[in-house]
């Protein structure tokens, strides 16, 4: 199982720096053929599944802290996500640093900038701040 220590390996390989081999197989672009990162990616959901969050008096309250649920899917997800692109559709490797919700919020941060910082524009105000954005 990884070690509290490993944690890092764990970010890394989900949102990695480089394509290419780095350092160490976690910091690259996912490759369902690399039974390093592959073993790497199951013995953390086996480690995730073992987490057990408990209040003061003891109950567990595991099922309370989405976040665990959460990176067992997106582990589970990408594994999948990887597979699938590199077996049927000729991909080589998955980058999931491309996988980020960043670029759509930074366009909606902008979307809202052109419309005066509206948190909940209309569609016509959007359609038209959305106008703004490509023809400037």
Same mark, same amino acid.
């Given at each position: 199982?990884?070690?509290?220590?490993?944690?890092?390996?764990?970010?890394?390989?989900?949102?990695?720096?480089?394509?290419? %081999?780095?350092? $160490?197989?976690?910091?690259?672009?996912?490759?369902?053929?690399?039974?390093?990162?592959?073993?790497? /990616?199951?013995?953390?959901?086996?480690?995730?599944?073992?987490?057990?969050?408990?209040?003061?008096?003891?109950? =567990?309250? $595991?099922?309370?802290?989405?976040?665990?649920?959460?990176?067992?899917?997106?582990?589970? %997800?990408?594994?999948? /996500?990887? %597979? =699938?692109?590199?077996?049927?559709?000729?991909?080589?490797?998955?980058? $999931?640093?491309?996988?980020?919700? =960043?670029?759509?919020?930074?366009?909606?941060?902008?979307?809202?900038?052109?419309?005066?910082?509206?948190?909940?524009?209309?569609?016509?105000?959007?359609?038209?701040?959305?106008?703004?954005?490509? $023809?400037?």
């Amino acid at each position: 199982m990884p070690s509290v220590g490993s944690n890092h390996h764990l970010i890394h390989s989900v949102s990695p720096i480089s394509v290419l %081999a780095g350092v $160490t197989p976690y910091r690259s672009a996912l490759n369902p053929s690399s039974s390093v990162q592959q073993q790497f /990616l199951e013995e953390s959901l086996q480690w995730l599944k073992t987490w057990k969050i408990k209040n003061k008096e003891g109950k =567990d309250v $595991t099922s309370h802290f989405k976040f665990v649920e959460g990176w067992i899917l997106n582990i589970q %997800a990408v594994r999948l /996500l990887a %597979a =699938d692109l590199c077996e049927e559709g000729g991909f080589l490797y998955l980058c $999931t640093r491309r996988l980020s919700s =960043d670029p759509l919020e930074n366009f909606f941060s902008i979307i809202r900038g052109k419309g005066g910082f509206e948190q909940n524009p209309s569609c016509l105000g959007f359609a038209r701040a959305f106008r703004n954005c490509v $023809t400037n």
